[in-house]
């Protein structure tokens, strides 16, 4: 099983600062099969990034995803209040699909 | 666009079986793509359980397979999970997703989530 570590646990920033958040996998992950997923307090989690670095539907160009192999990252080059949520990362080219324990981004 | 709803029983008793269903709507079951079930513990993450291609195809999460049992019904559009021999560790807010196989498999539609709490 590939184990995925995010880091930070929790990231403090106010509005309009930048954010950039790392996900590392415990062995390479083939084929860039990593996700970022976004998740509000009471809500499902939302899909924003695919294949390490493609947005997926409807999301804005102020997220951006990076990385390949072990090292994996995400930036928000501007926080907007809907922003600060949680955000996992995930794996899936090699089953069991893993999830990263989360990163926390909160109002500073 | 697709949309998924989970329903079941809020509330089992430890040692029994969970059952839930994922209806799809908006689209097919016979897509290509995988259905799957993931869990969130409260005030914890998410954790892949299982999922199922419209064929009967399956993969689990290797800590739940012994009392996992995913299956799909195309004449009804929706997707089941049994978890058996449930204990306080697997109250959780159960969700339902869609892997898009166009997507590097990953979750792009989601359901709300139900509750699940196990407890005598």
């Known amino acids: 099983e590939i184990v995925l570590t995010q880091s930070p646990g929790t990231l403090s920033l106010s509005p309009g600062e930048r954010a950039t958040l790392s996900c590392r996998a415990s062995?390479?992950?083939?084929?860039?099969?990593l996700a970022w997923y976004l998740q509000k307090p009471g809500q499902a989690p939302r899909l924003l990034i695919y294949g390490a670095s493609s947005r997926a539907t409807g999301i804005p160009d102020r997220f951006s995803g990076s990385g390949s192999g072990t090292d994996f990252t995400l930036t928000v080059s501007r926080l907007e209040p809907e922003d600060f949520a949680v955000y996992y990362c995930q794996q899936y080219g090699t089953p069991p699909g893993t999830f990263g324990q989360g990163t926390k981004v909160e109002i500073k | 666009q697709v949309q998924l709803q989970e329903s079941g029983p809020g509330l089992v008793k430890p040692s029994g079986t969970l059952s839930l269903t994922c209806a799809v709507s908006g689209g097919s079951i016979t897509s290509p793509n995988w259905w799957s079930w993931v869990r969130q513990p409260p005030g914890k993450g998410l954790e892949w359980i299982a999922e199922?291609?419209?064929?009967?195809?399956?993969n689990s999460n290797p800590s739940l397979r012994s009392r996992v049992t995913i299956s799909v019904d195309k004449s009804k559009n929706h997707f089941s999970l049994k978890l058996s021999s449930v204990t306080a560790a697997d109250t959780a807010v159960y969700y339902c997703?869609?892997?898009?196989?166009?997507?590097?498999?990953?979750?792009?539609?989601w359901g709300q989530g139900t509750t699940v709490t196990v407890s005598s």
């Open positions: 199922i291609y419209y064929t009967g195809g399956t």
């Open positions: 062995q390479s992950v083939s084929s860039n099969y």
């Open positions: 997703a869609r892997i898009n196989s166009y997507q590097y498999y990953s979750m792009d539609v």
